[in-house]
């Protein structure tokens, strides 16, 4: 683990309960990833994930979007405040607010998102009932970086998971919300031991291992 000086500063932009929030807070307290975590701010004076930085002494501020006259001035406030807290990486959990292009000026290729779907497919709202209206075999999650479009910057991680034919948008999501507590930690740790190289939508992590080249089958092929 490296030093407190060399950790990198991250800022968590947050609306709602705030599970992947709790999931890189353990990550970090179990030493498995090597950040501060600076400020979390949220637009939502009501979210939980508020009370999860109180309980683990993690600054927050609370700015209401509703105080502003337009997006843009409230990015503006915003980024004042990460810069106040030094942030170097924006990792955003369930921050329900469309970033503005000063947002991304501010802190470009630094700002990171997750998906519950396999981009490119499914991007915006309500991925997990889009996935299982539209019948796919297999769903799961993606780490991005944040650009100009809705969930269309380049990719850092993916994770797999089956979609069954008994599956409901709820039980979907739950199965991949575990696997977003699991990467996206991950995706702020490539990052933090500056791995990651980003070449136009490319995003290559240096000294990464190869995945199983084995393929997946849903329905499981079984013996064909």
């Given amino acids: 683990m490296n030093s407190m000086e ?30 501060n975590i600076r400020v979390v701010i949220s637009n939502n004076p009501d979210a939980y994930a508020l009370e999860r930085s109180k309980k683990h002494e993690i600054p927050s501020v609370v700015i209401r979007h509703s105080d502003f006259r337009d997006r843009e001035d409230f990015d503006r406030k915003v980024i004042e405040v990460l810069k106040d807290y030094a942030v170097e990486l924006v990792v955003l959990s369930g921050f329900m607010r469309v970033i503005t292009p000063a947002f991304l000026h501010a802190f470009p290729m630094k700002i990171m998102n997750i998906h519950p779907a396999l981009l490119p497919a499914f991007p915006g709202v309500h991925a997990q009932q ?15 970086f944040v650009d100009e479009g809705v969930d269309t910057g380049p990719i850092i991680i993916q994770s797999v998971v089956p979609v069954y034919d008994d599956d409901t948008e709820e039980s ?4 991949i919300l575990k696997e977003e507590h699991r990467i996206y930690p991950r995706a702020i740790q490539f990052y933090a031991e500056g791995r990651i190289g980003v ?6 992590i240096r000294d990464s291992d190869r995945t199983c080249e084995s393929a997946l089958h849903n329905p499981p092929l079984a013996g064909f």
């Avoid at 500063?9 to 990833?33: F, K």
């Avoid at 996935?131 to 999650?141: L, N």
């Avoid at 979907?172 to 199965?175: F, P, T």
């Fill in 130 to 144: 889009r996935a299982v209206e539209y019948g796919v075999k297999f769903s799961g999650c993606t780490v991005h």
């Fill in 199 to 204: 070449t136009g939508r490319k995003v290559r």
């Fill in 6 to 35: 060399k950790r990198l500063n991250i800022g968590v932009l947050v609306s709602g309960s705030g599970s992947n929030l709790q999931s890189i807070i353990d990550h970090r307290e179990s030493g498995l990833l090597d950040v």
């Fill in 172 to 175: 979907l999501a739950a199965r």
